[in-house]
């Protein structure tokens, strides 16, 4: 199937979605899922690098939360415009700021993707467990530097106001919503683009064997940069919007140790070697602890992670996409 | 560079090449000239430096004194894939398929990443495939293209390293230890198979222990110990080499 078709396709999927869950009216519905659809983009992103290429990220929290801060920054600078700018700018300023969200988006992407790239500059040359290291300790620097910094609320947190009502959408957590729809359709293309393309030919070189990938004239240094890039901005744009969503955002929440595992989580019980893995993963898991949260608390989703995660790591290392393959295997050989 | 400059100038110039790990030095100051077209042995006891030597060719290891220059450029400095997009490839020791492919889709990696890169060519999606089975005719695998690597025999798995590092149309190629391990007829088919490859225009170094092959295979031989060239000369006369016998059976 071609791109277009591809996208085509995952765009009347969403469009249903939206539209069956407006017909049903409930705002809990948009809630619920618009936590699970933000899993899919952070999961999908997260495989770019950590399924493709082999670099386990345990970073996701801080390109996450790198997105929810340059929200909360731009709205901080759209609320305190006139302090901020000098008189005579202050006529042009105001017809940019307040920012509108997806905008937003789109700038908590470009710093996420930038900062991605410093990170890859300084960790890509480890391996393994050490790259994993790196980047929780990448992570442990960020929050630090956001507690510090008052601009953004410092310790003590940020409240981002919503506003009431969006044109065509109504209500603003559908808007929300739908949003989020649009960065899976994009996260998921990305991915799909890059599993068939040159890129992801690379990409499974360096995972396989990084010596034979430069001996075969695999740039892997250059390709690794691209996958922290493409991965981190996918993240940033992930937690772009969630201040909107929460309404009130301090570190502990933005740089939750939750996003980092269930970002790992998803595609490896899904299946890290193609793009249905972490969707299917995030839709199974994302559903599943949207159900413990109401049923039973939400103190339990992480552990449902954690013994899921055991689970498939000892019945199914290859995840339910690998289980299956092997199934239709088996079939077409018997 | 004209034609007649290109002749007299050999394809790999190593002067003075050293490394070392830590206090072991590895390579102690190696010069070595190879022309185009030759068939060059490098033999050596185990832990003499050989590997390092390919590695320092390769762009695998930075080596830290002396200078390689191939083909009329000096390629210290550069990494290992911009060194294949120069003309040089290399097989493993240890072979290092990329597991989660085919023996078809292992092969067109360097298709794609190699001689796709450079200027002037790009193939197509069909004559991708046809030059995948082209090589993998070459080396007999042809029957095996859809096949895992992890289904493949040891000695599969050798020519499928050989196909791969031919896949990026070298000029040198060298072949680390290609026949460890193998059978009396296995060996004798991988060198038959290094002779055709040499015979459509690649150099070749090939590095290994078992004697009949080198002896068969090589039109110059160079023996390497504790870091040093010792002697480099002709086959039958360089294994005559008092000093190289030393090494071997110890004095």
Redesign the interface.
Known sequence: MRTPAFTLILTAVAAALYFTFNFVGNDYLFFAGYTVLQYIVLATAWNILGGYCGYVNFGSAGFFAIGVYTTVFLYAVGQQIETLVPEFMLAPMQLIFPLPLPVMIIVAGAVAGFIGLGMGYLTLRLRGVFFAIATLALTVVLETFIVNWSFVGGSRGAYVIPPNEVPVFGNFIQFLFALMLVLVILALTTARLIERS?LG??F??I???E???????????RLKLIATVVSGALMGMAGAPFPFYIGYVEPASAFNLSYAVNSIAMPMIGGT?SWIGPLVGALLLGTLQQVATVTISSAVNLLIVGLLLIFFVIIAPRGIVGLVQDQLRKRSKS | MTDATNMTEPLLHIEQLGKRFGGFVALDGVDLSVPKGQRLGLIGPNGSGKSTLVNCICGTLQNETGSVIFDGIKVDGMVAHQRTRQGLARSFQLPRPFRSMTVAENVRVPLLYTVNARPGTHLSHSELDNRCMELLRLVALDGKAGKYTTDLTQVEMRKLELARAMAAEPKLLIADESMAGLSHSEVEDIVALLIRMNERGVTIIMIEHIMRAVMSFSQRLVVLVSGKKIADGKPEDVIQNKEVVGAYLGQ
Not at chain 1, 211 to 221: I, R
């Open positions: 040159k030919v690379g499974a070189t995972r396989d064997d010596l034979a990938a430069e001996a075969s004239g695999v740039p892997t240094l070697t």
